[in-house]
């Protein structure tokens, strides 16, 4: 048994990730479709379930989105207060609190599409596959600065001999190295925050190597 309800221009705002602004912001409920089923198991049990359809907008930058909220009667977990039902929540487009995609149209062509796909990854919660593209990435940035080395280990040392990278920042880069080969070789998922951290990382890397030499030829002649 399943029943629909529509509800236009809801009252009041929520806190919700805006993909533009990169953080949490106040948003409206432009719409809301609202999904109620539930399925008879017999004996007086049964599952029941909402699923909330949102458009949404944020009242920053005036973004659109799409916000799918779900609760189910067997998702529930036990605390000290005893039974809690949880919200599985996914946004269209898909987005991740405080990843701010960088201008990639001024990156190699090479670098710009692992650099695509690893953010997809992230945003998706793919955690395994953000963690080998991390490691593409590296690789792909060190070929095409001409990095010398028969493996990325020697590579990544490389980089700092031709004044690439810093001391500090080959040190951090073999530790996304050691990251990316955990989730290739032994399928391992980094979480989150890791993921978050490594591609801050590898934007500030990318910024000094590509996105502010671009800028200072153009603007400084
Ligand atoms: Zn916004």
Redesign the pocket.
Known sequence: MKDFILENNLEGTHKFI????CRE?SHKIISSYCENGSEDHGGGNSVDWTVKNQIIQ??????ISFRVSSTCSEDYDVDIDGIYHYETIKYYPSRFEGLKAINIYLLPVEVQGIYQETILAIENEQNILAGIGIRALIETICKDQKAEGKDLNQQINSLHEKSIVTKEGVDILHKLRVLGNKAAHEVQAHNKEQLSLAIQIIDHMLDGTYIIPHKVSRVLK
């Open positions: 805006c993909k533009e602004c912001t944020c009242l920053g930058c005036e973004n």
